[in-house]
């Protein structure tokens, strides 16, 4: 596999700071926003309010795809299943994928409420939904056209064009479940990566073109259209930055930098299989991803965005394509100022009963159902690729927080910008942790640079202690010894993380899944929901598979109650 040099990086990320620039003067006024920020929490909840409503929009007289799309945003919001809203959208969704994958007859709108469903199943349960989704990435599979993209499948469109933004809800899809372990073969993902390649359009006589990417493309047409829009690109760059990470050129970079600071136990180290030449089994050359991206974001300079008519629907784009870049440039912000310009839009246009795109958005969207617009709103202002991304790398982010407003009070870990309160050690953090009267917990805490002694007796001496704060009444130090054990690579631990599946504190209970996970080497085996609630039945199927599981390691263990 082909990777760019550092002045490459540096260009990438010098286009994408280009992006989207506001003024000197807007800077100067505009508030460091985020997703937990008051104000946008704010904008949040009102907005969650009015999708709640039973008499508004979620009532059955909307479409599936629009009734999907709302209960996947509250979802993404509150991670309560059992919201009526919620529930109803899992109905539909399995209704879909159930009514789509056993008849050849298709509505206008199917891939995209195909599209939506999967995302939906596979974040409220991937398993138990797994024959589902598989059934809906074979259809996928059939009717991918033979440029790589996707179209309308109800008869209505020549099959051998393609579709920008049906492709990118495909992609999305296709993401979502490759993360919740669906295989999604590379030659399906490369296949939409040359469709995307060859559809963007490379003019540089018209600026107002050149590196966008039209609404529908035939290979086959002499004339090609060279119509496009910000929020066409959006489609563009963000298919295919999703495209390249699914088949791993992004954060195989960062997994590397992982493993050469010992951050990821010695049994997953990367290995890559080699074909009968001696070469990487996959070498996609990631420089043709960064080419298409570069010039896409050369679009976005030279065309400065004011409105559209697709406004809400460009915001979710947005959102996405920057998110993704951000994993290909390997630093994850804050605040970042896209963010900032646009959440201090949406709080100018937001509707007195909570929602976007009705008579106070004026001409920024004027075609978007109201629940639509409202939902592509929320799910911009959570950052929700964000969320997902962060969720899916399992503590091994290598973004970092902003500095802190004392700059005084910053020393450098490993070249990073880390505040000198706090502790970046094993025997640091086991001093703090035991210590009940500081009982500072897991934010004064870089449990990503811990790393266990290689002297074996001082080494499980760590390893015992942190499993004994297990049982700490503090939940913190319960939440940072449930991680930390994960990179033990030490199969005594297992017993201990297993008892931790019954903490009252969901973050300790994932954590211990997910350090199950990492030392049992089943990296896509979930018991414990991702998002949502976990309730007692998730907390004893898990304790009794992962027992299963450990008896068959080591048959004479008897767990004691």
């Given at each position: 596999?082909?990777?760019?040099?550092?002045?490459?990086?540096?260009?990438?990320?010098?286009?994408?700071?280009?992006?989207?620039?506001?003024?000197?003067?807007?800077?100067?006024?505009?508030?460091?926003y985020?997703?937990?920020?008051p104000?946008?929490?704010?904008m949040?909840?009102?907005?969650?309010?009015?999708?709640?409503?039973?008499?508004?929009?979620?009532?059955?007289?909307?479409?599936?795809?629009?009734?999907?799309?709302?209960?996947?945003?509250?979802?993404?919001?509150?991670?309560?299943?059992e919201?009526?809203?919620?529930?109803?959208?899992?109905?539909?969704?399995?209704?879909?994928l159930?009514?789509?994958?056993?008849?050849?007859?298709?509505?206008?709108?199917?891939v995209?409420?195909?599209?939506?469903?999967?995302?939906?199943?596979?974040?409220?349960?991937?398993?138990?939904?797994?024959?589902?989704?598989?059934?809906?990435?074979?259809?996928?599979?059939?009717?991918?056209?033979?440029?790589?993209?996707?179209?309308?499948?109800?008869?209505?469109?020549?099959?051998?064009?393609?579709?920008?933004s049906?492709?990118?809800?495909?992609?999305?899809?296709?993401?979502?479940?490759?993360?919740?372990?669906?295989?999604?073969?590379?030659?399906?993902?490369?296949?939409?990566?040359?469709?995307?390649?060859?559809?963007?359009?490379?003019?540089?006589?018209?600026?107002?073109?050149?590196?966008?990417?039209?609404?529908?493309?035939?290979?086959?047409?002499?004339?090609?259209?060279?119509?496009t829009?910000?929020?066409?690109?959006?489609?563009?760059?963000?298919?295919?930055?999703?495209a390249?990470?699914?088949?791993?050129?992004?954060?195989?970079?960062?997994?590397?930098?992982?493993?050469?600071?010992?951050?990821?136990?010695?049994?997953?180290?990367?290995?890559?299989?080699?074909?009968?030449?001696?070469?990487?089994?996959?070498?996609?050359?990631?420089?043709?991803?960064?080419?298409?991206?570069?010039?896409?974001?050369?679009?976005?300079?030279?065309?400065?965005?004011?409105?559209?008519?697709?406004?809400?629907?460009?915001?979710?784009?947005?959102?996405?394509?920057?998110?993704?870049?951000?994993?290909?440039n390997?630093?994850?912000?804050?605040?970042?100022?896209?963010?900032?310009?646009?959440?201090?839009?949406?709080?100018?246009?937001?509707?007195?009963?909570?929602?976007?795109?009705?008579?106070?958005?004026?001409?920024?969207?004027?075609?978007?159902?109201?629940e639509?617009?409202?939902?592509?709103?929320?799910?911009?202002?959570?950052?929700?690729?964000?969320?997902?991304?962060?969720?899916?790398?399992?503590?091994?982010?290598?973004g970092?927080?902003?500095?802190?407003?004392d700059?005084?009070?910053?020393?450098?870990?490993?070249?990073?910008?880390?505040?000198?309160?706090?502790?970046?050690?094993?025997?640091?953090?086991?001093k703090?942790?035991?210590?009940?009267?500081?009982?500072?917990g897991?934010?004064?805490?870089?449990?990503?640079?811990?790393?266990?002694?290689?002297n074996?007796?001082?080494r499980?001496?760590?390893?015992?202690?942190?499993a004994?704060?297990?049982?700490?009444?503090?939940?913190?130090?319960?939440?940072?010894?449930?991680?930390?054990?994960?990179?033990s690579d030490?199969?005594?631990?297992?017993?201990?993380?297993?008892?931790?599946?019954?903490?009252?504190?969901?973050?300790?209970?994932?954590?211990?899944?997910?350090?199950?996970?990492?030392?049992?080497r089943?990296?896509?085996?979930?018991?414990?929901?991702?998002?949502?609630?976990?309730?007692?039945?998730?907390?004893?199927?898990?304790?009794?598979?992962?027992?299963?599981?450990?008896?068959?390691?080591?048959?004479?263990?008897?767990?004691?109650?």
């Amino acid at each position: 596999m082909t990777m760019l040099g550092r002045s490459s990086i540096t260009v990438l990320t010098l286009v994408a700071a280009l992006l989207l620039q506001p003024t000197l003067a807007t800077q100067a006024r505009a508030e460091k926003y985020y997703p937990d920020h008051p104000a946008v929490q704010d904008m949040v909840r009102r907005a969650i309010t009015y999708l709640s409503n039973p008499g508004g929009p979620s009532t059955p007289g909307g479409g599936a795809g629009e009734a999907i799309l709302v209960g996947y945003t509250i979802y993404k919001v509150d991670g309560d299943t059992e919201h009526p809203v919620v529930a109803r959208a899992i109905g539909l969704a399995k209704a879909c994928l159930e009514q789509n994958t056993s008849s050849n007859q298709h509505s206008h709108k199917a891939v995209y409420e195909i599209a939506l469903s999967c995302m939906l199943l596979a974040s409220v349960d991937a398993e138990g939904y797994s024959p589902l989704l598989v059934r809906a990435r074979d259809l996928f599979f059939r009717v991918q056209t033979n440029s790589g993209g996707f179209n309308y499948i109800d008869g209505s469109h020549n099959p051998a064009i393609s579709d920008i933004s049906q492709t990118q809800y495909v992609m999305l899809a296709f993401w979502t479940m490759s993360q919740a372990g669906i295989e999604i073969p590379q030659d399906r993902i490369v296949r939409i990566i040359q469709y995307i390649t060859n559809a963007q359009i490379k003019d540089p006589s018209i600026p107002t073109s050149h590196g966008g990417w039209p609404y529908h493309w035939n290979p086959s047409a002499s004339d090609q259209s060279r119509v496009t829009s910000h929020s066409l690109v959006a489609c563009g760059l963000s298919s295919i930055l999703i495209a390249g990470d699914t088949i791993g050129i992004y954060r195989n970079r960062l997994a590397q930098a992982d493993e050469d600071e010992e951050l990821v136990p010695a049994a997953f180290k990367r290995v890559i299989a080699e074909t009968e030449g001696g070469k990487p089994r996959s070498s996609f050359d990631r420089s043709k991803i960064d080419a298409v991206v570069n010039l896409g974001l050369l679009f976005n300079r030279n065309n400065v965005y004011n409105k559209a008519v697709w406004h809400y629907y460009y915001l979710y784009g947005l959102e996405r394509f920057e998110s993704f870049l951000e994993i290909a440039n390997g630093k994850q912000n804050k605040s970042p100022d896209w963010y900032n310009t646009e959440v201090e839009k949406l709080r100018s246009l937001q509707g007195a009963d909570g929602s976007w795109g009705g008579a106070k958005s004026q001409d920024y969207d004027s075609v978007l159902p109201t629940e639509v617009a409202t939902s592509l709103a929320v799910l911009f202002l959570i950052r929700s690729t964000q969320k997902s991304i962060g969720d899916l790398k399992e503590g091994v982010v290598r973004g970092w927080a902003e500095l802190p407003a004392d700059i005084s009070a910053v020393t450098m870990v490993n070249g990073k910008p880390t505040n000198k309160t706090e502790a970046t050690s094993i025997d640091e953090a086991l001093k703090m942790l035991e210590d009940d009267k500081k009982s500072q917990g897991e934010d004064k805490l870089i449990t990503e640079k811990f790393v266990f002694s290689k002297n074996l007796e001082q080494r499980k001496d760590q390893q015992n202690r942190f499993a004994r704060l297990l049982r700490s009444k503090d939940y913190q130090a319960r939440r940072v010894a449930s991680k930390v054990l994960g990179r033990s690579d030490d199969l005594d631990m297992v017993p201990e993380l297993i008892y931790a599946l019954s903490d009252p504190d969901a973050v300790v209970c994932r954590n211990a899944e997910t350090s199950l996970r990492l030392l049992s080497r089943q990296l896509d085996r979930y018991h414990i929901p991702k998002e949502g609630n976990i309730t007692e039945q998730h907390r004893v199927v898990a304790r009794r598979e992962w027992r299963a599981w450990f008896s068959s390691m080591r048959p004479d263990y008897i767990f004691v109650e």
